[in-house]
């Protein structure tokens, strides 16, 4: 059985799903890492090395369709890249 596939926000390339982050809408104006992606809402998917390109280009935002602080969004980023 194959896993489901999802578009990286960053490179626009399709990858199978557990293989990506997922970020979905913390409510504010920042995103949480959904590490078992089943939080409920709209989410974003991307790869690890994307998250720069993602960031740059505003893709995040417009993939949860909010404004949100992307200088906050890129900190949570490299957090979870170092832990």
Known sequence: ???PQ????GCRGRADK???L????DGGDGVLI???QRLPGRGVYLHAECAPRALKTRAIGRGLRRSIDHALVGNILLGHSVG
């Open 22 to 25: 997922r970020l979905v809408w």
């Open 6 to 9: 999802r578009m990286c926000a």
């Open 34 to 36: 959904d590490e078992r």
């Open 18 to 20: 557990p293989t990506l």
């Open 1 to 3: 059985m194959t896993s």
